[in-house]
């Protein structure tokens, strides 16, 4: 959890001076609005990798770092916890980052969308048959960093959480 909460405090301190530094030279430049599109691209996809690495090895604390309601932290590791028990990943890829357009007036405090794409692989016990999938996820940002959408199982109306391990069971 410290190297996560520690890549957050760089990243943040990143984005604010790269806002800073448009702000004061002005955002009439269109290519230095896709240079900080291109920037804020590149720390969430690191954010993602922190994420499912912490889903890979099982470590629910540095994953749930990435989860900003405090309530749902703990609920959210013990979810991870019961799944590792029957299912294990692999490996997971970034693929593609779909990045809303930033929206700093948001009534949810929500500037900025994004949608990240990942092919994942990983088998279930005891079958241990690897199986590969591709998972889409959203994320959002405010002023306090990029956050996962993750809602705990019994809160949905589906059975399945929005952040799975595996999509479905896969056959011995």
């Known amino acids: 959890m410290r190297k996560i909460t520690h890549f957050r405090q760089l990243v943040w301190a990143g984005l604010f001076g ?15 609005q896709v240079k900080a599109t291109a920037h804020e691209e590149s720390m969430l996809n690191q954010a993602a990798r922190y994420y499912w690495e912490g889903v890979r090895w099982g470590n629910g604390a540095d994953s749930a770092a990435f989860i900003e309601k405090e309530e749902h932290r703990l609920r959210y590791q013990k979810w991870l916890a019961d799944e590792y028990e029957t299912a294990r990943l692999v490996d997971a890829e ?3 980052i779909e990045m809303g357009d930033e929206n700093m007036d948001a009534p949810d405090g929500h500037t900025r969308t994004a949608t990240v794409h990942l092919r994942t692989e990983g088998y279930t016990l005891p079958a241990q048959i690897v199986k590969e999938d591709t998972v889409t996820q959203e994320w959002y940002r405010n002023i306090h960093g990029w956050w996962v959408v993750w809602t705990p199982p019994e809160d949905e109306a589906a059975t399945e959480p929005e952040t799975p391990m595996l999509d479905g069971p896969v056959d011995p």
């Open 94 to 96: 970034v693929l593609q």
């Open 18 to 32: 790269l806002g800073h530094a448009i702000a004061l030279g002005g955002c009439s430049s269109a290519a230095q």
